[in-house]
């Protein structure tokens, strides 16, 4: 690489697009003015950045920015990793990769600027596990729903249910008397491939739970209703190192996974809508089916949270009543984090 122009020495920040191939950069210096605009390839990337002094690198927040913010903070910078939606207010009329890097760096100098933490390569293994199980229950469902149909062609038909879809699976390996031979040698691969999928899910729960009973904060939030081992851990992976206390309040973290209202207020208006779904869809999903699982169950206990639930039950809709106790499931687990004590029927 050729060696740095003097002006390359008053470089402070510097706005990075990330790409596959070919990144986009955006250098400027204390007032804003740009020093040097680039397109990189991805194997001389390391080398631009090595060859600079210590400055501020700002992304865009996604999985692989994770990866090079540990390389750069390994050389001495500081990394900023920003929410896309933060950033997007800041591009100039079209978007290009250029444009994109230049709204990086703008947003890198707003005050009050929110960034993502950085995350540990053994933090993003901890979230893959729980991405693999997620990837691995979908094609379980694809399964069974394939499963049902091909039968139902046959008249053989289940009543609705993950459970009574398993029986089917269970005809079809035993040789039933309603199927006939060619269409059991059909859906023979179907069903293998089944249990491949069924055994992988199994050991995967077994590994979650086993790191569950290592970790004192899982084990905390799994004093809480609703919340089980799979649930625990997803919340200690996608929080990461920054903790509980990256957040300023427990309707701060419910917001952060969003679970309250959107506004769309003007004029001293206040107009409140539909639950914001800004945080992490997997994580949320796991809120709102173990609220289902607590309102479903809530006559079977008597603490005050379940005799909320039943109220909620009484005057709303399931799914409703589910969001809602899920954002009040959401401020305990941040309470039961922030204190280090375990939940109290």
Known sequence: ???????????????????????QVHAVDDFGNPIDKRAIRRAK??????????????????????????????MGHRVMLIP?????????????DANDAAAICEAMGRPGMRCVPV??????????????RETLSGQRVQLLNA???????AGVIAAQGHQHARKLAELVEQGCDRIP??????LLPLVARLRDIEAALDGIDKRIAVAVKADPDARLLMTIPGVGPVKASAIVATIGSGGIGQFSGAKNFAAWLGLTPGQHSSGGKQRIGRITKMGDRYLRKLFVVGAHTV?????????????????????KKIKLAAVA????TARIVYAVLATQKPYAA
């Not at 390391?46 to 865009?60: N, Q, R, S, V």
């Not at 499963?147 to 062609?153: D, T, V």
């Not at 106790?325 to 009040?328: E, F, G, H, I």
């Open 1 to 23: 690489m050729s060696k740095l122009s003097a002006d390359m020495s008053s470089v402070t920040r510097i706005g990075l697009d990330l790409a596959k191939h070919v990144f």
């Open 45 to 74: 990337l390391i080398d631009y950045f090595a060859a600079l002094e210590p400055c501020t690198i700002g992304m865009e927040a996604c999985s692989s920015a994770h990866h090079w913010a540990r390389q750069f903070e390994a």
């Open 84 to 96: 896309p939606i933060y950033v997007k207010p800041f591009v100039k009329r079209q978007k290009t």
């Open 119 to 132: 995350r540990s390569i053994e933090n993003q293994a901890a979230k893959m596990v729980h991405g693999v």
């Open 147 to 153: 499963l049902r149909g091909h039968l139902a062609e």
């Open 181 to 186: 031979a060619c269409v059991r040698d059909a």
């Open 295 to 315: 309102l479903i169950h809530a006559d079977k206990h008597d603490d005050r949270m379940r005799q909320w639930a039943r109220k909620l039950r009484a005057t």
């Open 325 to 328: 106790l899920a954002n009040k």
